[in-house]
Nanobody
Framework: QVRLVETGGGLVRTGGSLTLSCEGTGRTFGDYGMGWFRQAPGKEREFVAAISWAGGRTFYETSVEGRFTISRDNAKNTMYLQMNSLKPEDTAVYYC????????????????????WGQGTQVTVSS
């Protein structure tokens, strides 16, 4: 069974940085693209960033581009989200997710394209 576990969330002040990690087990981690999503209080879950199965291609939601960096280390079965210049509006529960299609070229932003999800990690940015 595939399992994804996020770590690294916490409380940070505006302008600060955090790095989230997502470790996967249960299938060949490096064969699947991955994504980060987030859900703020009272809002629907939204796409944040995606990375290809080999890590060579990335895609970001507009509001985080230039501030967040998605990366992965397939040898460690782990994906990362480096978040810099954090803003209060980045406050949310952050989820990692694994693509449903093996070695897909596209980098999907839609939730239904991801089969497995982590439990989420809370990120709170104080003003």
């Amino acid at each position: 069974q595939v399992r994804l576990v996020e770590t690294g969330g916490g409380l940070v002040r505006t302008g600060g940085s955090l790095t989230l990690s997502c470790e996967g087990t249960g299938r060949t981690f490096g064969d699947y693209g991955m994504g980060w999503f987030r859900q703020a209080p009272g809002k629907e879950r939204e796409f944040v960033a995606a990375i290809s199965w080999a890590g060579g291609r990335t895609f970001y939601e507009t509001s985080v581009e230039g501030r967040f960096t998605i990366s992965r280390d397939n040898a460690k079965n782990t994906m990362y989200l480096q978040m810099n210049s954090l803003k209060p509006e980045d406050t949310a529960v952050y989820y990692c997710a694994a693509d449903r299609i093996r070695m897909r070229f596209a980098l999907p932003a839609a939730e239904h394209e991801y089969t497995y999800w982590g439990q989420g990690t809370q990120v709170t940015v104080s003003s």
